[in-house]
T-cell receptor, first 117, second 113 residues
Framework: AQKVTQAQTEISVVEKEDVTLDCVYE???????LFWYKQPPSGELVFLIR??????QNEISGRYSWNFQKSTSSFNFTITASQVVDSAVYFC??????????????FGKGTKLSVIP | DGGITQSPKYLFRKEGQNVTLSCEQN?????MYWYRQDPGQGLRLIYY???????QKGDIAEGYSVSREKKESFPLTVTSAQKNPTAFYLC????????????FGDGTRLSIL
């Protein structure tokens, strides 16, 4: 069975601090996607990144960076110089194996990030 | 603009009543999904459909029903058998081959009167 664990339920940081959100996943398959989504207070899910299990290169997009380590089944997300607008719930998600073709997602329970001005 | 429209944004259900949540997409996506979100919880899959006139149960399908008569539409009915329907419901769609990630609607918040 697939599982995604986001051990940090809530995090509070002061504006301009860096913060890392942890994600650990479990799967028996070798081909899958990993995702991060942001859910602001308004409720919609905003896509941030998708990673193919074959691509372990770290990625940076502006103040956001992601560290994918297959050896430890982790896909951590770092926000540099956090801003109040970053306050949201962040979800990590794991897809079904790509051979299955259903692309169902298993979500973690989310980490609520509060950035204090 | 292409996207997913969920309606209504807020919905109230009386005891013993069935209610239907609407999800329409104009992205020409083949697959559509319904998720339920409870406070402090991640999203859990209720039903999904990969093609018109076909759908599959997800992890928590009991008390829900769906139909997929048109590619653009995937309505979810919350039946009276669902004893704890208060939640935030999100609809998503996905294009063929999953070259893009799942695209989500803005959600419907369902409450019991």
């Amino acid at each position: 069975a697939q599982k995604v664990t986001q051990a940090q339920t809530e995090i509070s940081v002061v504006e301009k601090e860096d913060v890392t959100l942890d994600c650990v996943y479990e799967t028996r398959d070798t081909t899958y996607y990993l995702f991060w989504y942001k859910q602001p207070p308004s409720g919609e899910l905003v896509f941030l990144i998708r990673r193919n299990s074959f691509d372990e290169q770290n990625e940076i997009s502006g103040r956001y960076s992601w560290n994918f380590q297959k050896s430890t089944s982790s896909f951590n997300f770092t926000i540099t110089a956090s801003q109040v607008v970053d306050s949201a719930v962040y979800f990590c998600a794991l897809s079904d194996p790509l051979w299955a073709g259903s692309y169902q997602l298993t979500f973690g329970k989310g980490t609520k990030l509060s950035v204090i001005p | 603009d292409g996207g997913i429209t969920q309606s209504p944004k807020y919905l109230f259900r009386k005891e013993g009543q069935n209610v239907t949540l609407s999800c329409e997409q104009n992205l020409n996506h083949d697959a559509m999904y319904w998720y339920r979100q409870d406070p402090g919880q991640g999203l859990r899959l209720i039903y999904y459909s990969q093609i018109v006139n076909d759908f599959q149960k997800g992890d928590i399908a009991e008390g829900y029903s769906v139909s997929r008569e048109k590619k653009e539409s995937f309505p979810l009915t919350v039946t009276s058998a669902q004893k704890n329907p208060t939640a935030f419901y999100l609809c998503a769609s996905l294009g063929q081959g999953a070259t893009q990630p799942q695209h989500f609607g803005d959600g419907t918040r369902l409450s019991i009167l």
